[in-house]
């Protein structure tokens, strides 16, 4: 695995594996914040030509509706330019407090878990995984 050099430290994305993604988010994300990721994500999906990303959140502790909404229009945008997002670290807290402000997940994958995300984002892009027992 290499890290990919991004357009700012604070947002370091990182290609895992051919045609594969992470962004790691940890703190606080604003409007200035979320623009950043999206467009240093957006950077690397073209660059890269990935057709999954992993959006992993474990390190957000508090997510609100406009920061919730931040995540999905990341989503979206990678998705029209033909990458699949998967958002994963959901805390329980964090789901709750999804359900209560009613944010519709319908249409993103989520996981609660960093390797859940990867197990899905190998099945996505046709990797498989051989263990010894």
């Known amino acids: ?8 430290n604070s947002t370091p994305v990182n290609e895992l ?3 594969i993604l992470l962004l790691s988010v940890f ?4 409007s200035a914040r979320s623009k950043e990721m999206m467009d240093a994500m957006l950077a690397k999906v073209v660059q ?4 999954v990303i992993v959006l992993d959140i474990l390190g957000v502790a508090v997510v609100d509706s406009a ?5 999905l229009k990341i989503g979206r945008a990678t998705k029209l330019i033909g990458a699949d997002t998967i958002i ?3 805390s329980p807290e964090v789901a709750v407090t999804l359900v209560e402000l009613g944010i519709d997940l319908e249409t993103t994958t989520t996981t609660g878990s960093l390797s859940d995300a990867l ?3 190998f099945e996505k892009t046709g990797y498989v995984i051989e263990t010894s027992k």
């Open 27 to 30: 703190g606080t994300v604003d």
């Open 67 to 71: 920061v919730a909404n931040h995540f």
């Open 48 to 51: 890269t030509s990935a057709k």
């Open 88 to 90: 994963s670290g959901i």
């Open 17 to 19: 594996w051919d045609g």
């Open 119 to 121: 197990s899905l984002a």
């Open 1 to 8: 695995m290499k890290k990919m050099a991004s357009s700012s």
